[in-house]
T-cell receptor
Framework: SQQGEEDPQALSIQEGENATMNCSYKTSINNLQWYRQNSGRGLVHLILIRSNEREKHSGRLRVTLDTSKKSSSLLITASRAADTASYFCATGIQGAQKLVFGQGTRLTINP | KAGVTQTPRYLIKTRGQQVTLSCSPISGHRSVSWYQQTPGQGLQFLFEYFSETQRNKGNFPGRFSGRQFSNSRSEMNVSTLELGDSALYLC?????????????FGQGTRLTVV
């Protein structure tokens, strides 16, 4: 079963706008990771935030983590057509040796 | 460094047959995991191997099995295929355990069972 939920399930915005995706999870985690997937291909790792971190940046990406609410958000600023993809959050659980994925958000950037 | 390589990329099999999928991890990575992705169930963990030992297994029937070789390459096998086994099978590698660090995914094997 999935660890958590992602919201929204689908998001369509204009190029240049910001996109925000949210992820909630259920259990204690070691870290939370975000991945991108283009058209049913492999997943590409975007960013990892550890449970003792609250915010992390990587280029146009900003991730926040609130362990008290068991939630995370991914912000993509100044979106581009190439950002069109599905985005998944995944929780790393200490000792479990696996990632537990959310259902994903399908992001469409309209030119 | 070469990325994670999965072969074959596409497979069509008939119900009742068996199939073997292969994964070559990034050089130096000792942890290899397998995931099944379907539209209905999303991404689900199958199993993880580290230094030829299975350390964790997901909630899949015994028809799904895997192994890892001394060079860290991994195979997964599905016996007595069912229509519901049609999915994208993804392999991921990492230097250590896959709860601790980022994972690097292959392009996947698209399995269609007819």
């Amino acid at each position: 079963s999935q660890q958590g939920e992602e919201d929204p399930q689908a998001l369509s915005i204009q190029e240049g706008e910001n996109a925000t995706m949210n992820c909630s999870y259920k259990t204690s985690i070691n870290n939370l990771q975000w991945y991108r997937q283009n058209s049913g291909r492999g997943l590409v790792h975007l960013i990892l935030i550890r449970s003792n971190e609250r915010e992390k940046h990587s280029g146009r990406l900003r991730v926040t983590l609130d362990t008290s609410k068991k939630s995370s958000s991914l912000l993509i600023t100044a979106s581009r057509a190439a950002d069109t993809a599905s985005y998944f959050c995944a929780t790393g659980i200490q000792g479990a040796q696996k990632l537990v994925f959310g259902q994903g958000t399908r992001l469409t950037i309209n030119p | 460094k070469a990325g994670v390589t999965q072969t074959p990329r596409y497979l069509i099999k008939t119900r009742g047959q068996q199939v073997t999928l292969s994964c070559s991890p990034i050089s130096g990575h000792r942890s290899v995991s397998w995931y099944q992705q379907t539209p209905g169930q999303g991404l689900q963990f199958l199993f993880e191997y580290f230094s030829e030992t299975q350390r964790n297994k997901g909630n899949f029937p015994g028809r799904f099995s895997g192994r890892q070789f001394s060079n860290s390459r991994s195979e997964m096998n599905v016996s007595t295929l069912e229509l519901g086994d049609s999915a994208l099978y993804l392999c991921a590698s990492s230097p250590r355990g896959q709860g601790a660090t980022e994972a690097f995914f292959g392009q996947g094997t698209r399995l269609t069972v007819v």
